[in-house]
C-alpha cells in the first residue's frame, strides 16, 4: 500500500468512519495514523530517527519529515536527531540551541508487517481515546442512578449494560436476596467511577444509603425542588431503613409529603429495595429530640448527651427495651447511624439501680474521708456534691443551705476535706519523685501530684518527655476503626482534662523548652483560623 496512491481521501473516510461508530473525534483517529506510519518510516529508515508525519485534514496527502534539533556541544545524544550549532552551519543562517532542521523524505511503502504494527497503534489510540470518553461520560454521572441491562454474572458479582459502558454490581453491593438474569433490567446507584489501566470501571450499588436518597429524589417532587431536603438516611439493606428529612417550607409536612396520597410514594422506593420497610422521620436540629424520633417506634423517656464523646444515653420504659432494641439491634443501629452517636439503652429500672450505686459510692466516700455518719454523708450527696474538691473549695454559702448545718459545722467540713487533700497530694508527690519525675515538671503549673504519678508511671518523666505528647494521649479521644467508634484512653482523662486543656499545656511546655516561640504559635492559630473560615465561605 502506497500513502502516495490515488486513494489518498481512503485515510480520512476510515479516520471519520472509525470516529462515527466509536463517538470519537476524527483527530484522535487521524493522529494515531500519524503515529502509525512515523513508526512505518522509522523501520524503514532507522529507530534513531526523529520522523514525524503530517496527514493534510483536507486532501488526506501524508507528508513525511525528519526533524534534528540544535543542542549544546555537550548535549548532544542523538547524533542522527540532534546536532550542534556548528554542524546546523550550513543548513541555517544563524542556527540557535532549539532551532529545528526539517527535511522532507521519500513516502514509505506499507508492507505486510509494517500495515499489521500501523493497524495495532491505531487499534490502541482508538481504544484509549474510546476510554477516556466512557471515564468523563460516566465520572459526571457519579452519585445519580442509571438504568442498565444485566449482560452476565461473574463470581457473584453483576456486570450491567449502562449504554456506552459496562458496570460492576459487586456481591456485597446488591440487595441480599435479589437476583438477577441476564437480560433483566436493573437499577443502580453509581457509587464510583475510576480510571484504571483495562479502562473505565464504573461501580454500582445498589446498597449505598445514597440510592434511596436518590429515589425519594425521584419520587418526591418536593425534594427535587429543594423544599424538603434528606438530612440523612440509614439503611439495613432489604430489611429497614430510617430516612431523616425537614421542609423549608412551614406549610409542608416533610414526612407527608414523601409518604404520599396512601403511601403511594413511599412504596415506590420499598417496591424498587425489594420491600424494605422504611421509617420517615422529622430531622430536628435538637440532638436529643431528633434522637426521641429516630428510635420509634419506642418511646423514650430520658435522653444524657456527651458531646464530647459523641456518645448519648437514652432511658426508656422497661417494656419498651426490646422495641428501643429492634430485632438483633437493628433499631438503635440505625438510629445511631442516623444521628452519628453511639447509643446506650437503659430501661428505667436499669438506670435507677445505677444511680442508687453512685449515691452509695460518693456517701461512703465522705464518710470514709470526712469521718461522718451515713445521715450527713447522705445529705452532701442529695445536696449535688460529688468530690472532695467540691466541699473543700465551695463557697461556704453553698454548705450552709444543707438543712443542719451552721458556720462552724460548714467550716469544719471544709478543713477536714483540705487536710485530708493535702495529705493525699503529699503522699501522691512523694511518689511521683520516687518514679523520677524531675523538677521541671513537677514544678510545672497545671499538674496535680496525681496527674504527676500517672505520668511517671507512664514513662513521662521530664519537661522534654511531657513536651513530645499529643493531646488525644493526655486527654482521651475516640477513633473510628472499621466503622466502629474505639476509645483511646487519656493520661490523664480520670482528671476531667479535656482536649483543649491538653494542647495549651503542650504547647506551653514546648514554648518553656524554647521549641517554639508564642508569636509563632499565634501566627499558626491565626492561619488555621483564616483556613478555617476560608472552607466554612
Not at 44 to 63: F, H, P
Not at 294 to 305: G, N
Amino acid at each position: 500500500m502506497s500513502i502516495t496512491s490515488a486513494n489518498q481521501l481512503e485515510l480520512l473516510q476510515t479516520a471519520d468512519a472509525v470516529a462515527r461508530e466509536k463517538m470519537i473525534d476524527p483527530s484522535l483517529v487521524v493522529e494515531a495514523m500519524e503515529e502509525s506510519l512515523a513508526r512505518a518510516a522509522k523501520s524503514r529508515y532507522g529507530a534513531d530517527l526523529d520522523i514525524r508525519v503530517k496527514i493534510d485534514r483536507k486532501t488526506g496527502r501524508a507528508s513525511f519529515t525528519r526533524v534534528r534539533t540544535v543542542v549544546e556541544d555537550d548535549a548532544v545524544e542523538n547524533e542522527k536527531a540532534e546536532l550542534t550549532v556548528a554542524q546546523a552551519k550550513p543548513y541555517l543562517d544563524d542556527p540557535k540551541v532549539g532551532d529545528l532542521i526539517i527535511d522532507e523524505i521519500p513516502p514509505v511503502e506499507l508492507g505486510r508487517i509494517a500495515a499489521q504494527s500501523a493497524k495495532q497503534v491505531i487499534l490502541q489510540k482508538v481504544r484509549e481515546a474510546e476510554r477516556d470518553r466512557q471515564y468523563e461520560e460516566f465520572r459526571d454521572r457519579a452519585g445519580t442512578i442509571i438504568n442498565g441491562v444485566v449482560k452476565r454474572e461473574e463470581y457473584g458479582n453483576v456486570i450491567v449494560d449502562v449504554g456506552r459502558g459496562e458496570g460492576v454490581l459487586r456481591r456485597n453491593e446488591k440487595i441480599g436476596r435479589e437476583a438477577y438474569r441476564n437480560g433483566d433490567r436493573i437499577r443502580c446507584y453509581i457509587k464510583d467511577v475510576r480510571r484504571e489501566a483495562r479502562g473505565p470501571q464504573i461501580f454500582l450499588s445498589r446498597t449505598a444509603p445514597e440510592f434511596m436518597a436518590e429515589l425519594f429524589k425521584m419520587e418526591v417532587p418536593e425534594i427535587y425542588d429543594g423544599i424538603i431536603e434528606i438530612k440523612a438516611v440509614a439503611r439495613d439493606p432489604g430489611s429497614r431503613a430510617k430516612i431523616a428529612v425537614i421542609s423549608y417550607d412551614s406549610s409542608i409536612d416533610p414526612v407527608g409529603a414523601c409518604v404520599g396520597m396512601r403511601g403511594s410514594r413511599v412504596q415506590a422506593v420499598v417496591n424498587e429495595l425489594q420491600g424494605e420497610k422504611i421509617d420517615i422521620i422529622p430531622w430536628n436540629e435538637d440532638a436529643a429530640t431528633f434522637l426521641v424520633n429516630a428510635l420509634q417506634p419506642a418511646e423514650v423517656t430520658k435522653v444524657v448527651i456527651d458531646e464530647e464523646a459523641e456518645r448519648i444515653e437514652v432511658v426508656v420504659p422497661d417494656e419498651q427495651l426490646s422495641l428501643a432494641i429492634g430485632r438483633r439491634g437493628q433499631n438503635v443501629r440505625l438510629a445511631s447511624q442516623l444521628t452519628g452517636l453511639d447509643i446506650d439503652i437503659l430501661t428505667e429500672e436499669e438506670e435507677s439501680k445505677r444511680r442508687q450505686a453512685e449515691f452509695e459510692e460518693r456517701t461512703r466516700l465522705f464518710m470514709d474521708t470526712l469521718d461522718l455518719d451515713e445521715f450527713f454523708a447522705q445529705l452532701l450527696v442529695s445536696e449535688g456534691f460529688t468530690s472532695l474538691e467540691e466541699v473543700a473549695y465551695v463557697e461556704l454559702d453553698e454548705l450552709l443551705v444543707i438543712e443542719g448545718v451552721d458556720e462552724g459545722t460548714a467550716g469544719e467540713l471544709q478543713a477536714r476535706a483540705r487536710d485530708y487533700l493535702e495529705e493525699q497530694n503529699k503522699k501522691a508527690l512523694e511518689k511521683a519523685r520516687a518514679l523520677g519525675v524531675e523538677d521541671a515538671l513537677v514544678e510545672f503549673d497545671g499538674l496535680t501530684p496525681q496527674m504527676l504519678v500517672a505520668l511517671g508511671e507512664d514513662g513521662i518523666k521530664s519537661l522534654d518527655d511531657f513536651a513530645t505528647c499529643a493531646d488525644w494521649e493526655l486527654a482521651g479521644g475516640w477513633t473510628t476503626v472499621n466503622g466502629e467508634r474505639v476509645k483511646d484512653e487519656g493520661l490523664l482523662e480520670a482528671f476531667e482534662v479535656s482536649l483543649e486543656e491538653a494542647q495549651n499545656m503542650i504547647m506551653t511546655a514546648r514554648v518553656k523548652l524554647g521549641w517554639v516561640t508564642i508569636e509563632e504559635l499565634e501566627a499558626q492559630a491565626a492561619a488555621s483560623s483564616a483556613n478555617t473560615e476560608g472552607a466554612e465561605g
